[in-house]
């Protein structure tokens, strides 16, 4: 298999170096500057911090070492690298960072090498990924077509080989809408299961996670268990019932896929039912989110003195619901999410995981997703169309896995296990006996510096 694990392998064997491999990184982001995957590069420390690498002694490296790592440009912040989330008005004042956060000093005892910054649309506002004044981030499947969000500019880093691995956020939806865009696997790990602090935190009220996207349920597995996370007391790794859940509003191919992968869950010897979906939880989540969103936006930009007229019009127009909103409202809110949290976790009485599409359909093209408009409920109500549910993971804390499965019209499909709190080393486990079982995808670039 080719992965990130594979080019830490290749590196301990001596069949290549770090600096190798970190110099075929960096000349692949200039060879597929195209594809807008990243906005920030820091070439010296690349090449400063993959020598002393090499130079490091056997019994420190850790399963990862030497791999080149994309940052997200919006979430933990990365040592050397000046995050903007996407935004002009954040890009004009944006400094590099002067120490790892949490997060990323996980990442780097993990062995990774964080050398810049992939794409996100400003704020993380969008299921595409076309940071303000910059390229937007395309897929490298169809270049027509986004690559997801928000984590999209990750995506297509990895699906082009730019990277093997890369770091990302999911708020709503933001690791496994772009998995599915671009055949990759992410995992939204369990709400407090990784280290969020001391900058990014509870940022989002914590609906939001952060882990990465990868070419293997074995680079997502080994991540996970590599920076020390905790699941919660009891959870299991051997679940055997499955749920399976089609969204009306998935298209054939989409809806496809997942009845696939349940037919290869039942190959594997696991017992898989069909249920409903949630819908009615999931449109609750989905305006649960949209309102946290609008509260913390409006926070940030009163934070750092940013005027709406310096953001994009959408943008301005969420931040204002957030102003508008009554403190008790939002004391509510954390009610309905308490509420939200139970029903979803009532969801497995019969069931050890759910088995559903990421995706409503294939992926629109660039521009879809406009933040030049100011009508926010559309703009919401455009992005769960896309991503059926995808809030609700976030909103109930629960981890949720996306991994692909076969292909349709030249594009990867995407599948999603949802699971209790938890549950994450759980669905590592069912992914990757459906990744055992799925066609195979050829990717469209060989990840750069990987031997031959």
């Known amino acids: 298999m080719s992965d990130a694990t594979a080019l830490a392998a290749a590196i301990a064997e001596g069949r290549t170096s770090a600096r190798a491999v970190m110099e075929a990184s960096l000349a692949a982001c200039d060879s597929q500057a195209a594809l807008g995957a990243v906005v920030y590069r820091n070439d010296l420390m690349a090449r400063a911090d993959a020598d002393a690498a090499d130079k490091r ?157 990868a070419r293997s349920v074995r680079d997502v597995q080994a991540v996970f268990k590599a920076l020390h996370l905790q699941t919660a007391p009891g959870s299991r790794t051997d679940s055997t019932r499955i749920a399976l859940a089609l969204p009306e509003r998935c298209d054939a191919d989409q809806t496809g896929a997942a009845q696939a992968a349940a037919r290869a869950l039942t190959d594997a010897g696991f017992l898989v039912q069909e249920i409903a979906a949630p819908d009615r ?104 169309a896309f991503a059926p549910n995808a809030a609700l993971a976030n909103i109930a804390g629960l981890p949720a896995l996306a991994l692909p499965f076969g292909m349709a019209n030249g594009l990867p499909l995407g599948v999603q296990l949802l699971g209790p709190p938890g549950s994450d080393l759980a669905l590592c486990h069912l992914a990757g006996a459906i990744e055992s079982r799925a066609p195979a995808l050829t990717y469209p670039n060989p990840i750069a510096g990987m031997p031959i």
């Not at 994309?70 to 903007?84: M, T």
């Not at 062995?111 to 704020?123: D, N, Q, V, W």
């Not at 009554?326 to 009532?346: C, H, I, K, V, Y």
């Open 281 to 384: 939880l999931g449109g609750e989540a989905h305006a649960l989110a949209r309102l946290i969103l609008s509260v913390s936006l409006a926070e940030w930009l009163d934070a750092l003195d940013i005027a709406d007229h310096e953001v994009p019009p959408l943008a301005a127009a969420l931040a204002a619901e957030g102003r508008a909103l009554p403190a008790t409202d939002l004391f509510a809110a954390t009610r309905r999410l308490a509420r939200l949290s139970d029903e979803a976790r009532a969801l497995f009485e019969g069931a050890d995981a759910i088995l559903s599409p990421v995706l409503a359909s294939s992926p629109p093209p660039i521009g879809a997703f406009d933040l030049g408009r100011t009508d926010v409920d559309a703009h919401f109500a455009q992005m769960e």
């Open 57 to 213: 002694p056997g019994e420190g490296r850790g399963p990862f070492h030497g791999v080149p790592f994309l940052a997200k440009d919006l979430g933990s912040r990365a040592r050397g690298l000046a995050a903007s989330a996407g935004a002009a008005a954040f890009r004009n004042i944006a400094a590099s960072q002067d120490a790892d956060e949490d997060l990323f000093r996980a990442f780097r005892r993990a062995g990774l090498i964080p050398f810049g910054l992939s794409a996100t649309p400003p704020f993380g506002l969008a299921l595409s990924s076309e940071p303000e004044a910059l390229p937007p981030a395309r897929n490298p499947w169809n270049a027509a077509l986004t690559p997801g969000g928000s984590s999209g500019g990750a995506a297509a880093a990895v699906a082009a080989g730019i990277v093997a691995i890369a770091h990302a956020t999911d708020a709503a939806g933001s690791i496994r809408v772009p998995a599915a865009c671009c055949g990759l696997v992410g995992l939204k790990p369990s709400r407090g299961a990784v280290p969020g602090g001391p900058t990014f935190a509870n940022h989002l009220m914590g609906i939001a996670s952060e882990l990465v996207l």
